[in-house]
T-cell receptor, first 111, second 114 residues
Framework: AAGVIQSPRHLIKEKRETATLKCYPI?????VYWYQQGPGQDPQFLIS???????DKGSIPDRFSAQQFSDYHSELNMSSLELGDSALYFC??????????FGDGTRLSIL | SQQGEEDPQALSIQEGENATMNCSYK?????LQWYRQNSGRGLVHLIL?????REKHSGRLRVTLDTSKKSSSLLITASRAADTASYFC??????????????FGKGTRLHILP
């Protein structure tokens, strides 16, 4: 069965650069979520989209933005990167009230 | 503040033994889920228990939910080396009026010794 696809798997950036993470949800899933997991931390909710509209917002810095496109894929845009942004970024998708399915994540390292 | 808190934070047991992990949460929920995460990898959904359920089984997994105590436990029976991972509970929190996200606890790192 198709799963949530995230790209890239690994990304290395320097401070003050920008990064774009992509997520392709499971087909026909109507909701996409983004989470950030710092080293040794639990995943923290960033933002979600339902049918291409932002549905909820968590602890997402103002330097980050996200959107969901007409083909339902989502992108997380991160600017003015800081060392503390180094983390695993997960995308998840779900349909209705069913459990979220997570991608393998993008590991972002800021030098 | 964190919705879900797991204990213990770390657990080492011998292969073949049972592993029990607990989770407590603070607000009313629609459901509680358990996820597993191998080191640096994605989160794998294990089991979902709804607020009107008290116990649920899936293979070697047994989950209980006590809404009066706002707590849940995950029992893994006959543990295997491949069960070594971090286990997170996650809740949706209806009182936060944001029912489309889940909030993770800090996780239990389970290590199965050969």
């Amino acid at each position: 069965a198709a799963g949530v696809i995230q790209s890239p798997r690994h990304l290395i950036k320097e401070k003050r650069e920008t990064a774009t993470l992509k997520c392709y949800p499971i087909p026909r899933h109507d909701t996409v979520y983004w989470y950030q997991q710092g080293p040794g931390q639990d995943p923290q909710f960033l933002i979600s989209f339902y049918e291409k509209m932002q549905s909820d917002k968590g602890s997402i810095p103002d330097r980050f933005s996200a959107q969901q496109f007409s083909d339902y894929h989502s992108e997380l845009n991160m600017s003015s990167l800081e060392l503390g942004d180094s983390a695993l970024y997960f995308c998840a998708s779900s349909l209705g009230g069913e459990p979220q399915h997570f991608g393998d994540g993008t590991r972002l390292s800021i030098l | 503040s964190q919705q879900g808190e797991e204990d213990p934070q770390a657990l080492s047991i011998q292969e073949g033994e049972n592993a029990t992990m607990n989770c407590s949460y603070k607000t009313s929920i629609n459901n509680l889920q358990w996820y597993r995460q191998n080191s640096g990898r994605g989160l794998v959904h294990l089991i979902l228990i709804r607020s009107n359920e008290r116990e649920k089984h899936s293979g070697r997994l047994r989950v209980t939910l006590d809404t009066s105590k706002k707590s849940s436990s995950l029992l893994i029976t006959a543990s295997r080396a491949a069960d070594t991972a971090s286990y997170f509970c996650a809740t949706d929190a209806i009182d936060l009026n944001r029912d489309d996200k889940i909030i993770f606890g800090k996780g239990t790192r389970l290590h199965i010794l050969p």
